[in-house]
């Protein structure tokens, strides 16, 4: 069963767009919600985060907006670029244990020039 | 600066071949975690340690085993590999709940099994 919902699978946009990837969870007791990004033959890194107890974070060009009521968390990239084009991957997290970190599927962003 | 370290990069086994992948960090982590990266599936978890001489069972641990050597090393064998495994894996480290909560991630391995 998967943890978190990612959407979509794939995007294309056009360079200087909004890239808009949405993610959603069931877990409650979550309370981390980290995005990580990709780039090929590279390990995921650590992008942006946010907790519940904000409805966003902006960190440059890159937001993350939050809804707790719905249980859905997205990832803005605005302006988006060329060497912005990578697989973008959401997750959730909660206090409880080492083994708590769930990711959802993924998606691959390519820009266009 | 070197973060979390895998070894080796690639590689190609036989079926039925038996082969361990090695992962070390450098950042006094406790947790480390070994993931299989796959299309359309994301990152699913193996196996993972919560601290040296502790491993537990991830989402899909059959046909893998781990051993947490020291606090900074954590490796995964394969005892007799099958295509199913082929895959890109990727070992994670993690500080402890605090401020910074994100994971490290090496920078994986690809294994082509035939």
């Known amino acids: 069963q998967q943890q978190v919902k990612q959407s979509p699978q794939s995007l294309i946009v056009q360079k200087g767009g909004i890239s808009i990837i949405n993610c959603a969870y069931e877990n409650t007791a979550f309370d981390y919600f980290p995005w990580y990004q990709q780039f090929p033959g590279k390990g995921p890194a650590l992008l942006i985060a946010i907790r519940p107890d904000v409805s966003e974070k902006k960190e440059g060009r890159f937001t993350i907006s939050f809804n707790k009521s719905a249980k859905q968390f997205s990832l803005h990239i605005m302006d988006s670029q060329p060497g912005d084009s990578a697989t973008y991957f959401c997750?959730?997290?909660?206090?409880?244990?080492?083994?708590?970190?769930?990711f959802g599927t993924g998606t691959r962003l390519t820009v266009i020039p | 600066n070197a973060g979390v370290t895998q070894t080796p990069k690639f590689q190609v086994l036989k079926t039925g071949q038996s082969m361990t992948l090695q992962c070390a960090q450098d950042m006094n982590h406790n947790s480390m975690y070994w993931y299989r990266q796959d299309p359309g599936m994301g990152l699913r978890l193996i196996y993972y340690s919560a601290s040296e001489g502790t491993t537990d069972k991830g989402e899909v641990p059959n046909g893998y085993n781990v051993s947490r050597l020291n606090k900074r090393e954590f490796s995964l064998r394969l005892e007799s590999a099958a295509p199913s495994q082929t895959s890109v894996y990727f070992c994670?480290?993690?500080?402890?709940?605090?401020?910074?909560?994100?994971?490290?991630f090496g920078s994986g391995t690809r294994l082509t099994v035939v």
């Open positions: 994670a480290s993690r500080v402890d709940r605090g401020p910074g909560d994100g994971y490290t």
């Open positions: 997750a959730a997290s909660g206090r409880i244990g080492a083994n708590n970190l769930f």
